[in-house]
């Protein structure tokens, strides 16, 4: 078996290079880590259920017009996606108070925000993901300001269609975290999508009546449960059969590998639209 470049491996996954040119296959790890690593476990099936929801959920978003990275799915473990420059902010809505805002402000957790509220944090694990303004972005040139509206434009777009679905299968999608990359044209064009994943461990989703967390929040505090709690957010999507694809704390490989690939065609076959807008002119000093 020839062996593949690794382009980047980060806490959850492994890029590396794609078999096409402008192409990267992702690679989901069963890795569970939290507070920037400072707490690590290998918990068993994590990789192949976030791959699959998240593949899902990339393929719905395309549905209302978000451009996304992601292709299709090669295996349990991996997915064909589009090469992007990402962009070094994590966007983060919340619709509920939940973990480092709670800490911050003092706000009791679950309380339900008057409105979606965007944070930005800059993606630096050795600065601990510091959080950052919209003035920071632009004066240390991470995005423009163009860039940045159309990045709050589609974040709020794909919070509105989540909550949605979510709470179609009984979870109250509490916050999340978005990843965006940059795709140059033939032409010098320049067009924005959304990348990384969507996944348990980067939402937090509460069951509506009993308020069980369904997320990574599981691991950072200790509560257990945590692939068990993301078979059931992939079963109640549908995306894997009654009781799961886990048999005595392993994966059962047969179970996984029938379960299908699911193919992004809208994002094939979608013409992207362009976010470049002339430069902001200075106002004229005549009198």
């Not at 992702?26 to 476990?41: I, L, P, S, V």
């Not at 994590?90 to 402000?105: F, T």
């Not at 163009?146 to 109250?172: C, K, P, Q, T, W």
């Amino acid at each position: 078996m020839t062996k593949r470049k690794v382009i980047h491996e980060g806490k959850a996954k492994i890029i590396y290079e794609g078999p096409e040119p402008g192409t990267l296959i992702q690679y989901f790890k069963d890795d569970a880590t939290a507070f920037n690593a400072e707490k690590k476990a290998i918990i068993a099936g994590k990789g192949v259920l976030n791959n699959r929801i998240s593949a899902h959920l990339m393929t719905r978003l395309e549905t209302i017009g978000i451009p996304t990275h992601f292709l299709k799915s090669l295996n349990m473990r991996e997915q064909l996606v589009r090469g992007v420059d990402i962009i070094p902010v994590e966007v983060v809505v919340r619709n509920v108070a939940a973990g480092s805002i709670c800490k911050r402000l003092g706000i009791k957790e679950g309380t339900i925000l008057p409105q979606p509220l965007v944070e930005y944090y800059y993606k630096d694990d050795k600065l601990g993901d510091p959080m950052i303004s919209e003035h920071h972005i632009v004066t240390f040139g991470w995005a423009d300001i163009y860039e940045l509206e159309e990045i709050v434009s589609m974040s709020y777009r794909i919070n509105d269609y989540l909550n949605g679905m979510f709470a179609g299968i009984g979870l109250r999608l509490v916050d999340f975290k978005l990843e965006f990359g940059r795709l140059w044209g033939e032409y010098g064009e320049l067009y924005l999508l959304l990348a990384d994943e969507i996944s348990p461990d980067n939402c937090r989703l509460w069951d509506v009546e009993t308020g069980e967390k369904m997320d990574k929040d599981r691991f950072r505090q200790d509560l257990g449960g945590l692939v068990e709690a993301y078979q059931q957010v992939a079963e109640r999507l549908g995306l894997i059969p009654k009781g799961g694809i886990m048999e005595g704390g392993s994966i059962n490989e047969q179970v996984a590998a029938g379960l299908g690939e699911i193919e992004n065609e809208l994002a094939r076959e979608r013409r992207l639209r362009s976010i470049n807008k002339p430069k902001p002119q200075k106002p004229s000093s005549k009198g």
